[in-house]
């Protein structure tokens, strides 16, 4: 059983750029987290899906951030127009429903030139 | 005043020696987690746990929760056990529960 895919792991943008990371749960899972890890700081929620549904989006930024979890392929996370600021590792993490213990992906490095 | 403290923000120990990572919460929480993270690497769960204890190998997790303080345990450490080790909890209510908030993280450095 493979564990949480993430791809890519690596990802350069450039200022204005879109940028979109890609995370594929385990394998029966269905509840997917998104989480941030800003350069010497710690992890943040970002967003929480459940198949086809937004089920928790408070920590997202109000702009330019969007996330899906269609009912079939992975979660995507989308970055329109990056900034410099976005620059991060982004974590993504799945569940077999919202009480169990939380599986992470490898992660998705983000740079912003 | 974060939700979520952890304590200390670094630690050294030299290899044999027991260790402990504390970590204090504010809110009512569903359970607390511990993750590892190793430099540059992804996030591994090491227990998540709602009441009393878990050990796994050399790691032992408690938790007290009326006092809201959870401490990790490393037995007899070694330089691979060198990672940051991060708590979190998820709360209760609605969409609460399967969101995690997290500690700064505790730098915990073995050395040979």
């Known amino acids: 059983n493979a564990g949480v895919m993430q791809n890519p792991r690596h990802l350069v943008r450039r200022r204005g750029q879109e940028a979109r990371l890609r995370c594929s749960p385990m394998?029966?899972?269905?509840?997917v987290y998104w989480y941030r890890q800003l350069p010497e700081e710690g992890l943040k929620f970002m967003v929480y899906?459940?198949?086809?549904?937004?089920?928790?989006e408070s920590g997202m930024p109000k702009e330019r951030f969007s996330a899906e979890f269609p009912k079939e392929g992975p979660s995507i996370l989308r970055i329109q127009q990056v900034v410099r600021g976005d620059s991060a590792a982004y974590f993504c993490a799945s569940s077999v429903d919202r009480v169990a213990t939380q599986y992470f992906g490898p992660g998705t490095r983000l740079t912003v030139l | 005043k974060n939700e979520v403290e952890q304590s200390p923000q670094n630690l050294t120990a030299q290899e044999g020696e027991f260790i402990t990572i504390n970590c204090s919460y504010s809110v009512g929480i569903s359970a607390l987690h511990w993750l590892q993270q190793h430099p540059g690497g992804g996030i591994v769960s090491l227990f998540m746990?709602?009441?009393g204890k878990k050990k796994h190998g050399r790691l032992i997790a408690t938790i007290n929760i009326q006092e809201k303080h959870s401490s990790l345990h490393i037995t007899a450490s070694h330089p691979r056990d060198s990672a940051v080790y991060i708590c979190a909890v998820s709360m209760f209510g609605g969409t609460s529960y399967g969101k995690l908030t997290f500690g700064q993280g505790t730098i915990l450095t073995v050395h040979p």
């Open positions: 394998k029966g899972h269905s509840h």
């Open positions: 746990l709602s009441s």
């Open positions: 899906l459940q198949k086809e549904n937004i089920i928790d």
